[in-house]
């Protein structure tokens, strides 16, 4: 069952060799259970750094990070992270190294369950340097759902991605959020992405970051890329970057990044 995850007057500050640098500032969220909350901002602003602190793996400075009712205070098993690149032992097989995710899990999925949804059956018995790109990303995806995660944190788990391949990711996980119904937070740069992905998307300022803007996108699903009910949308989060929807064109499968 999801979890709603909330986050209150978040403040980051790291320790630098001449002075503190300060990440973020008072940041606040809240991402209701199984919903899908996608994160945009310039590079450096701190939208690893949120997404880390969502998940136990660092802790604020200030403000608090809750997960339900409960306080998180260290690294949570409830939250599942996919990170830029996939991380795969590459001395274990696609089999093992999603079995490897259940090694702390009260409750597991069957690895052979997972490798299926994500479109890997018939790898399973594959080494990562066998993989491609795209299908190392679906064996650590399917890892991070081995233990039925309330909390899905995927920070920019496909910028390293030919176009095609993103888009068969971005399918891959809204149909996975369709059937398993996590909680999810996306970093990411490609505004079609967080369109075609989210219900909600956040915009970090320049660092110390705040929060910006926050979006809502009020589309049914499936998303068609092809809806021209996008086009607004986009032009409305572009705006927010000082970007002129004339000048950047209608929505395409390769948005800008940002």
Excluded at 18 to 23: D, E, G, W, Y
Excluded at 107 to 113: D, M, S, W, Y
Aim: charged share 20%.
């Amino acid at each position: 069952m999801a979890e709603a995850l909330t986050l209150t007057r978040i403040g980051k500050v790291f320790a630098g060799r001449a002075a503190p640098l300060p990440v973020l500032h008072d940041v606040s969220l809240h991402v209701p259970a199984g919903t899908i909350l996608a994160v945009l901002g310039p590079s450096g602003c701190g939208k690893s750094t949120l997404l880390r602190l969502a998940g136990g793996l660092d802790q604020p400075s200030d403000g608090a990070v809750r997960l339900g009712t409960q306080l998180v205070t260290k690294a949570d098993p409830r939250c599942a992270v996919v990170f830029q690149e996939p991380r795969l032992f590459p001395w274990l097989s696609v089999m093992d190294n999603v079995a490897f995710g259940a090694r702390r899990q009260r409750t597991a999925e069957a690895p052979g369950r997972l490798i299926e949804l994500v479109g890997l059956g018939g790898f399973e018995r594959a080494f990562p340097h066998q993989l491609s790109g795209g299908m190392a990303q679906r064996a650590a995806l399917a890892r991070a759902l081995i233990g039925r995660p309330e909390v899905l944190l995927l920070d920019e788990p496909f910028a390293a991605l030919d176009a095609l391949t993103r888009m068969q990711m971005q399918d891959l996980v809204a149909d996975i959020h369709h059937r398993l119904r996590p909680t999810v937070v996306l970093v990411t740069h490609d505004v079609d992405e967080a369109l075609f992905l989210a219900d909600r998307i956040v915009i970090m300022g320049q660092r110390p970051a705040t929060i910006a803007a926050t979006i809502d996108v009020p589309l049914p699903r499936p998303r068609d890329r092809g809806d021209a009910a996008f086009a607004p949308l986009r032009a409305h989060v572009l705006a927010h970057f000082g970007l002129s929807h004339a000048a950047t064109g209608a929505a395409t499968p390769a948005s800008p990044a940002l």
